[in-house]
């Protein structure tokens, strides 16, 4: 009975805001201001309305007819954002064809054990590149209230099936309609270097980087032959419609898979050659990056799920150097990105709760991260990433009123969220779960950088 | 950090001290004799050798008293350094490239330039007929991928014959199997192995005709769509145009000559055949094709192809004017690498070549089926510094490679090596007791039952 009531009142989070009424004006009044783009407002007001940040400043007025909150031992930030996600999108695997290129619907014959091996890059082996993580995502789906219990209120979330999962999509995590969450419909192509999801080529690392780069061959190749048809379709033959390569044609960026160095300077150099930027997730070796990072000028999202000693391993099992050197530093990788001027943000990735993401950066910060660069890396560095710092990322007249007002300190030990606001909508945390549910759990299994393989 | 400060260092170093001077070593040129005298390197290329020769003022000097010199060691197949080796999943896999995939953090590296290895061919594997891209690194240790790119070495392919290639297309054994026969790899046999050749080169050779077609076409003016570009088909119609080396992977005396007829057919060159323990029977054919062998000492017996097989037969293929090198195959651990000195000396003992003959098995015979040799593999002026200082005989197997030089630059010392383990070790300690205080201070505190 009591599992059912909760059932009922996590539902009733999901699908409305608490109020009865959705005031269209709030002032949080004389409340701490951590602005992120500009200096921290020790007591100072913000004004919402329609959904934007109306007014901001330790002398803005609360307008008349505005619903009030007394913001005195609250901090307001901007809405924290997971920049490299899940969340919105349905948990269970989406069925997608193991060989889908040259608009085929292909799905395994009834019958049959195994889907026909791919043969070559033109079976277009793991891509989904026409799959959109915004016709996906659902305000429904149960993490969208979860986050908020970390303070998030944007994601950008990736489907990640095969090895040119679809594209990702800024998300508002929260939204009427599961289409008025969708802030930025394409954020980028979620790629992965790991072959699964089919049988046959490609099926080693080097494989994977052909592929890829067989792809991109295509894709041009498709739009000239496209371009030219246009201009003469009685001498040039029709090109047939490929979803595979639309999708890769409409991109704006790639997200590619780096741990360390080593991928980073492979995934760098096929950036060029593909003629796109880069955003590199899975980032776990950021401390040791920063020079060529900032030289390429690759922005990185981190993985923040510090590596640790396993509790139950062989006691007499002695790490390598590179192992326990990588435990010791794995949390400086904040500190010596933002000492760089590297542009990183941060990702839910592998981590059980979405305020986990806030414990992991506070031990960056006992060891000398500055708040605010933890901070930024939570909100306008993710913004200016997937190009929406216009719109999201700080507190400042005419951006989106995207919000976490906290008591006291997001770095806190214990984090107490008095509300959060998406597009303006007040929604309170949800209550601790009885089992903190994976950030990547089920379906979205948390990828995996290259595994190294012989 | 460390590699940072390092960094630092060697450009440090770089910059006040470009001249650098072997002194009185036994230098073993390969080429030229061996001499007792000494070996000048400026900005990373030899400018001088000889008993005695002119040392610049400001020279860091490298005594080689009583001590061997030779010319840094090639390794023609290994498979080191890379973050995958085979793309097994089809017969030709020739759009796929080692080059992509080195890892310049795999210790195989600094174990290869222990054992005084300083250039190392990597190759693809022999998991399919035609194979992937290769690449011919240095053992720079501490570079990063593209800083241990040997650039000027010509670009080469993988092929395979026998076992390796055929054993995919086995009903028991085979890729995909597990998945039902439909979707088992051809080939299953020699016969298969022979034919998915010549199907690729059929095709490239078509691929290749359409490419000038439209290169025609579009001198006349023409409007017209090229080609699609087709990465496989691309390195295949490189290897017709001279453009690409090709390494074949091959055991038996008949697939060898299989091998022949076909690339004479489809007019390319095989640069060397590797393993080719069964070289000794057919050594007159491979030498009158004009093509290398890269073979090993006296390993063999691991599989059914690899029985027939004599210590002899790096000298008989030599004998036959066959050019020979001696390789190491090594992946990951880089053990046989170690001790190429020691393969060569055993081709002294099993066929009775001299000494420089032995060496250059080692050295100036790889870079020329590498396409090297006018920058490595013998100690010359005009050459790359790659040289290797031993303590004995280089072909004793008591001697041991005590200094290692890469573009005259040091890359290895073992005196440097051992005397830095104590303060590793320290460093190792102290890392094991911070992570277990961490620990200790973050456990729950749990009550025991009184």
Wanted: proline share 5%; net charge neutral; charged share 25%.
């Amino acid at each position: 009975m009591r599992q059912r009531i909760f059932v009922l009142t996590l539902l009733a989070c999901a699908f409305i805001p608490l109020q009865a009424e959705v005031p269209s004006l709030v002032a949080i009044q004389d409340a701490r201001i951590v602005t992120v783009s500009g200096a921290v407002i020790e007591k100072g007001t913000v004004v919402l309305k329609d959904g934007i940040i109306a007014d901001v400043g330790p002398s803005a007025a609360v307008p008349a007819g505005a619903w009030v909150v007394d913001g005195k031992g609250l901090t307001v930030y901007p809405g924290l954002i997971d920049a490299f996600s899940t969340w919105g999108l349905p948990e269970a695997p989406v069925q997608v064809s193991a060989a889908g290129g040259r608009g085929a619907q292909a799905s395994a014959t009834p019958g049959q054990t195994a889907p026909p091996r791919s043969r070559g890059p033109e079976d277009r082996p793991g891509t989904n590149s026409w799959v959109m993580a915004a016709d996906l995502v659902k305000n429904t789906e149960r993490r969208v209230t979860l986050a908020h219990g970390g303070g998030f209120t944007t994601a950008v979330t990736f489907p990640r099936q095969g090895l040119v999962g679809g594209h990702g999509a800024v998300v508002n995590l929260g939204g009427e309609t599961s289409g008025a969450m969708i802030v930025e419909p394409d954020a980028g192509l979620y790629m992965s270097t790991t072959p699964s999801g089919y049988l046959g080529y490609p099926n080693s690392l080097m494989g994977v980087l052909a592929y890829f780069r067989q792809l991109w061959i295509d894709a041009n190749y498709y739009k000239m032959a496209k371009e030219m048809y246009a201009k003469s379709p009685q001498t040039i033959p029709r090109p047939a419609y490929d979803r595979a390569l639309e999708g890769v044609l409409s991109t704006k960026r790639v997200l590619l898979p780096a741990a360390g160095p080593v991928q980073m300077e492979r995934m760098v150099k096929l950036g060029k050659e593909l003629q796109t930027s880069v955003v590199l997730w899975g980032v776990t070796e950021g401390y040791r990056m920063a020079d060529e990072l900032k030289k390429s000028g690759t922005p990185v999202v981190l993985n923040v799920k510090w590596p640790t000693r396993e509790r139950d391993r062989d006691p007499d099992l002695i790490d390598t150097m590179k192992v326990l050197e990588h435990r010791d530093k794995a949390p400086t990788a904040p500190i010596v990105l933002a000492k760089a001027g590297v542009k990183f943000a941060v990702s839910s990735d592998g981590l059980d709760a979405p305020k986990d993401i806030l414990k992991a950066l506070k031990k960056s910060i006992d060891m000398g991260l500055p708040k605010e660069a933890a901070i930024r890396a939570l909100t306008l560095s993710a913004a200016e990433i997937y190009g929406v710092d216009q719109r999201m990322g700080s507190i400042d007249k005419g951006k989106m009123a995207n919000l976490v007002v906290v008591k006291g300190d997001l770095f806190d030990e214990r984090l107490t969220i008095a509300m959060i606001f998406v597009d303006g909508v007040k929604y309170l945390p949800p209550p601790d779960p009885p089992q903190t549910p994976g950030g990547n759990a089920g379906g979205n299994r948390p990828s995996t950088v290259d595994q190294e393989e012989n | 950090m460390r590699t940072i400060l390092l960094g630092l260092l060697t450009l440090v170093g770089l910059s006040a001290q470009n001249t650098v001077v072997i002194q009185n070593g036994i230098i073993h040129t390969v080429t030229k004799g061996t001499i007792t005298g000494s070996v000048v390197i400026v900005n990373g290329k030899i400018t001088e050798v000889g008993e005695k020769v002119m040392t610049p003022a400001g020279a860091k000097i490298v005594d080689a008293s009583g001590k061997h010199v030779i010319p840094g060691i090639i390794d023609c197949h290994t498979h080191i350094a890379v973050d995958a080796i085979n793309e097994g999943s089809v017969s030709v896999s020739s759009m796929v490239g080692v080059d992509d995939v080195v890892n310049n953090e795999r210790m195989d590296i600094y174990r290869a330039l222990a054992g005084g290895v300083t250039t190392a061919n990597v190759l693809h594997g022999s998991a399919n007929a035609i194979g992937g891209r290769n690449v011919v690194l240095k053992m720079r240790w501490g570079k990063d991928a593209d800083g241990l790119v040997f650039k000027e070495a010509k670009p080469g392919l993988k092929m395979a014959l026998g076992e390796n290639p055929k054993r995919q297309g086995m009903q028991t054994t085979g890729f995909g199997a597990q998945a039902g026969q439909q979707n088992l790899r051809y080939p299953g046999t020699r016969m298969g192995v022979e034919d998915v050749i010549r199907e690729a080169f059929t095709n490239a050779k078509e691929y290749q005709k359409e490419w000038k077609d439209y290169e025609a076409k579009k001198a006349r003016g023409e409007m017209a769509l090229p080609p699609r570009r087709d990465l496989q088909l691309e390195t295949l119609v490189e290897v017709l145009e001279g453009k690409r080396l090709v390494h074949a992977h091959c055991y038996r005396a008949d697939e060898i000559l299989m091998l022949l007829r076909v690339s004479q057919e489809f007019g390319f060159k095989i640069a060397t055949l590797q393993h080719v323990l069964e070289g000794y029977k057919v050594a007159k054919e491979i030498a009158a094709a004009g093509v290398g062998a890269s073979t090993f000492s006296d390993w063999w017996s691991y599989k059914v192809e690899a029985y027939d097989a004599i210590p002899y037969n790096a000298a008989v293929l030599q004998k036959k004017g066959v050019l020979v090198s001696l390789n190491s195959d090594d992946a990951g651990g880089a053990e046989l690498m170690r001790r190429l000195n020691t393969e060569a000396g055993k081709i002294m003992k099993y066929g009775g070549v001299t000494e420089d003959e032995a060496l250059a098995m080692i050295t100036i015979n790889p870079a020329k089926q590498l396409g090297i040799d006018q920058y490595v593999g013998s100690i010359e002026a005009g050459k790359q510094a790659d040289l290797v200082i031993y303590d004995k005989d280089p072909l004793s197997i008591f001697s041991k490679v005590e200094k290692v030089f890469i573009d005259g630059q040091q890359y290895f010392d073992r005196d440097g090596d051992m005397s830095a383990r104590p303060r590793k070790e320290a460093e190792k300690k102290g890392l094991l007791e911070k992570e277990k205080e961490t620990e200790r201070r973050n456990a729950p505190q749990t009550r025991r039952p009184s």
